[in-house]
């Protein structure tokens, strides 16, 4: 006959309750009842062996699966089409609340270089739910909040961590989707946490990152790559304690914004946005950069470019791109006043006007733009970072915009970005956005 300890004699019974049979540390309890002396005393010596020797958080035997599992059913897959239904980028977003409201990040939704027409979200089971459109961004931090038509049934919101800064070689687990392979979990350790004005200033000449000063960014080990953006960083408990964002050149330089900056994007008023209409501006953006980079490529190749893809003959004079292109990108910023893309608008006239050969003809609305830029963005760090690594431009109303912006920025601030050399950015436009850095879904997170 074979004998049974009382805790399998409990766990046999079905009228026992269910938590008698938990944990292994409450079966060796409940069996050492029944031995003699010396057996209890060594099973007493084997489970403060046991505590130990164990760490803290999630361990494969205390339910690091059903952590993941438990998390993945507040993950979800995006698809961003364009509007002929063709697949632009892809990325992570998780649940932050009840009502529906998913965060990811901003780049996944608004990749810039088309219009979305629409997303496919797909959860855990593959199933697709509509998102009504968007409630809230922050263009600084690459955050957005998305609100779907419907809560689905059986998710639950991903519970944020407090506010305080991990410590560094903390355990954290990723979530997302790399490159298209679907609910994919990695893992890894708090590298270190990093202020914005703290990070290198070659990741900041390059205009990766535009966030205040005081925002942090996490570092860590934890495997990334394109599709993982807008995805939870967790820590051991499976608490958000930042949001996947951008990688850097080299090995695991891994990065998410705090959950401070979610949160405080989530504290804001929200107001429900049609999608295409979001991203529309940002494609027209994009449309003219295009064209630009075009003429610019015909006056190197010698053939001409006073209207738009014809050819002429060397031997006419040429006119300078910049002649068309600025009071394009002058009303351009004047149609979206009050937005980002705004800004970005204006900045594409301060870099036309600091290239080679920018015409005269151009000066007044060259002061425009930098009159705008000196009244409402004379302390954004993206200005300062162009007054670092631009050339010295010929115009003089170009001129005359270094010249006042440096004055009436942030005097240290602006001093030590000076300071710091940088390669030459002949222009923002001729290279485009994507091919500066690694915001996009499709190169790097």
């Known amino acids: 006959m074979t004998s049974l300890t009382f805790s399998d004699s409990l766990q046999a019974n079905t009228k026992a309750p269910a938590c008698l049979a938990l944990h292994p540390f409450l079966k060796a309890i409940l069996n050492m009842l029944m031995l003699n002396a010396?057996?209890?005393?060594?099973?007493?010596?084997?489970?403060?062996?046991?505590?130990?020797?164990?760490?803290?958080?999630?361990?494969?035997?205390?339910?690091?699966?059903?952590?993941?599992?438990?998390?993945?059913?507040?993950?979800?897959?995006?698809?961003?089409?364009?509007?002929?239904?063709?697949?632009?980028?892809?990325?992570?977003?998780?649940l932050v609340d009840e009502e529906g409201t998913l965060a990811t990040a901003l780049h996944v939704i608004r990749p810039g270089i088309v219009e979305v027409g629409s997303l496919e979200v797909?959860?855990?089971?593959?199933?697709?739910?509509?998102?009504?459109?968007?409630?809230?961004?922050?263009?600084?931090?690459?955050?957005?909040?998305?609100?779907?038509?419907?809560?689905?049934?059986?998710?639950?919101?991903?519970?944020?961590?407090?506010?305080?800064?991990?410590?560094?070689?903390?355990?954290?687990?990723?979530?997302?989707?790399?490159?298209?392979?679907?609910?994919?979990?990695?893992?890894?350790?708090?590298?270190?946490?990093?202020?914005?004005?703290?990070?290198?200033?070659?990741?900041?000449?390059?205009?990766?990152?535009?966030?205040?000063?005081?925002?942090?960014?996490?570092?860590?080990?934890?495997?990334?790559?394109?599709?993982?953006?807008?995805?939870?960083?967790?820590?051991?408990?499976?608490?958000?304690?930042?949001?996947?964002?951008?990688?850097?050149?080299?090995?695991?330089?891994?990065?998410?914004?705090?959950?401070?900056?979610?949160?405080?994007?989530?504290?804001?008023?929200?107001?429900?946005?049609?999608?295409?209409?979001?991203?529309?501006?940002?494609?027209?953006?994009?449309?003219?950069?295009?064209?630009?980079?075009?003429?610019?490529?015909?006056?190197?190749?010698?053939?001409?470019?006073?209207s738009f893809g014809s050819n002429k003959s060397k031997s006419k004079p040429a006119t300078h791109p910049s002649a068309q292109h600025v009071p394009k990108f002058l009303a351009f910023a004047d149609t979206h006043r009050g937005k980002d893309i705004e800004f970005r608008a204006l900045m594409s006239v301060m870099a036309m006007a600091c290239q080679d050969g920018c015409p005269e003809e151009v000066k007044e609305d060259v002061k425009k733009a930098s009159d705008r830029l000196i009244a409402q963005f004379k302390d954004d760090r993206r200005v300062h970072s162009f007054l670092r690594s631009s050339p010295k431009p010929t115009l003089v109303e170009a001129q005359k915009f270094f010249q006042r912006a440096t004055k009436a920025g942030s005097t240290s601030r602006v001093a030590a970005l000076l300071a710091t050399p940088g390669r030459r950015l002949h222009s923002t436009i001729r290279h485009g956005r994507r091919g500066r850095h690694h915001w996009g879904t499709e190169t790097t997170t």
């Open 38 to 94: 010396s057996a209890r005393v060594a099973i007493v010596l084997g489970l403060l062996l046991q505590l130990w020797t164990a760490t803290p958080g999630w361990s494969q035997d205390s339910g690091l699966p059903q952590m993941i599992s438990e998390t993945e059913k507040g993950v979800f897959f995006i698809r961003v089409l364009d509007t002929d239904g063709k697949l632009i980028s892809s990325g992570t977003a998780f």
């Open 122 to 306: 797909l959860d855990k089971n593959g199933k697709t739910w509509i998102v009504s459109g968007l409630t809230a961004h922050d263009a600084a931090v690459d955050l957005a909040l998305l609100r779907l038509a419907k809560m689905p049934k059986g998710a639950r919101p991903v519970a944020l961590a407090e506010d305080t800064l991990p410590v560094r070689g903390a355990k954290v687990f990723v979530l997302g989707h790399p490159q298209g392979f679907q609910f994919v979990a990695t893992d890894g350790i708090v590298s270190a946490t990093h202020k914005t004005d703290k990070l290198p200033p070659q990741i900041r000449a390059r205009g990766l990152v535009r966030s205040l000063p005081d925002v942090v960014w996490i570092q860590t080990t934890a495997a990334i790559s394109g599709g993982n953006s807008g995805g939870p960083m967790l820590d051991a408990s499976g608490k958000v304690i930042g949001v996947i964002q951008w990688i850097s050149n080299g090995q695991a330089m891994n990065f998410g914004v705090h959950v401070a900056s979610l949160r405080k994007l989530l504290a804001q008023p929200k107001s429900l946005v049609n999608l295409s209409e979001f991203t529309r501006p940002s494609a027209e953006f994009f449309t003219l950069q295009k064209e630009f980079q075009v003429q610019v490529s015909s006056q190197r190749m010698g053939t001409g470019f006073s």
